[in-house]
């Protein structure tokens, strides 16, 4: 870890300075950088990639984060999937994982003897906080000798009373795997509707006994915005993700995970496309597609947006103890199981 007094108030004041120009690069809505916006960041992104080398530290960002995180100092980004593998695969010291707690929960129980930091701190998710691990085991009580998956959008605890967990890109292919013909899916009651549906459609129906919430952002969609879509762009593709209700799925082309939805962009000759998803996620496809037109109708995580320049700076220099990512070792025990379970069943 970087602790040179001296060198640490050099960087602090640079971060003093490019603070007020900074706030200007948050964005509110999807839409293009300026060439100011990028000037405006690029000692920062300097410094940041300075300090990881220095430190062997690799950055995990998530697609949802802002893109002066996504392009200018991750050295991977991609869905929960994709950045645990990267996590568990990673060789640094130090993984500073740019997302929401229960990732950056996830990359520690995966790497005990790793430092991992995360920019945001304490950032929650309106699913990983709407169940414990309490009330999980009071439910498998409830049903002995059912099988349980967790969402990896959970906390450890919830992971530790599970079987295994699952991400928006692999549930549907894990559960169809479960045996028996009754399952526990927490903590997303909404994408317990849509498994129930999806495993009935492939012919392998299961009973789903869901507790949980849902996501605050992908909750908020309508089928409504899916015809008002239709009406205002008669040859759009509209792609969702399976945390939006059922009744929305139902009406779109495609559902899937973050980077389910990207590959379906790369893959189609149409040219524009409908995002029932966080603003991140379109923030990339226009980035990495500017031959493609993208329509979104709103949609920004509080959580993951907490995470800037800034506080991963402050993370490499000197981070505060809420940025610094600690488990329980016997929750984590079982916790891992759960994760790994996942890997294996997802090979
Ligand atoms: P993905 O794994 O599809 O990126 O989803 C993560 C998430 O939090 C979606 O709201
Ligand atoms: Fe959680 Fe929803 Fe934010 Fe994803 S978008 S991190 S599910 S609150």
């Not at 295994?164 to 909404?190: H, R, W």
């Not at 000197?318 to 984590?332: F, H, L, Y």
Request: proline share 5%; hydrophobic share 40%.
């Amino acid at each position: 870890m970087f602790r040179t007094v001296e060198k640490q108030a050099v960087v602090m004041q640079e971060a003093q300075r490019l603070y007020g120009l900074l706030r200007n690069v948050s964005k509110t809505k999807a839409e293009k950088w300026s060439l100011d916006d990028c000037i405006a960041a690029a000692p920062y992104t300097l410094s940041i990639n300075r300090f990881k080398q220095e430190q062997n530290a690799v950055i995990l960002a998530h697609s949802y984060t802002t893109p002066d995180l996504v392009y200018g100092v991750a050295d991977f980004r991609g869905d929960s999937y994709e950045l645990a593998l990267k996590a568990r695969e990673s060789s640094a010291d130090t993984i500073v994982f740019a997302g929401v707690w229960f990732m950056a929960e996830t990359a520690k129980i995966i790497n005990p003897s790793k430092q991992v930091l995360i920019p945001a701190g304490k950032a929650g998710c309106s699913l990983a906080d709407s169940l414990t691990g309490e009330q999980v085991r009071a439910l498998r009580a409830k049903h002995p000798g059912v099988p349980a998956l967790c969402y990896i959008n959970s906390s450890a605890e919830v992971k530790a009373a599970c079987d295994a967990c699952v991400t928006s890109g692999n549930v549907f292919d894990i559960a169809q795997k479960m045996p028996g013909d009754e399952l526990i899916f927490v903590p997303d009651m909404l994408m317990a509707e849509n498994l129930s549906i999806e495993l009935k459609r492939r012919g392998t129906p299961k009973k789903i006994i869901a507790d949980g919430g849902s996501c605050c952002v992908h909750d908020k969609f309508r089928p409504g915005d899916v015809e008002r879509l239709r009406k205002d762009y008669p040859s759009i593709r509209v792609l969702a993700h399976p945390e939006c209700a059922p009744e929305v799925c139902a009406l779109c082309d495609y559902v899937g995970s973050t980077k389910g939805m990207a590959s379906y962009v790369a893959a189609s000759k149409d040219k524009i496309f409908g995002l029932l998803t966080e603003q991140g996620l379109v923030n990339r496809l226009e980035a990495e597609h500017p031959d493609k037109q993208f329509v979104w109708p709103f949609g920004m995580c509080a959580y993951m947006k907490k995470n800037s320049l800034i506080n991963t700076l402050e993370v490499l220099v000197e981070p505060r103890a809420e940025q610094i990512v600690k488990v329980d070792e016997t929750i984590a025990a079982k916790a891992r199981k759960s994760i790994e379970k996942m890997f294996e069943l997802a090979q």
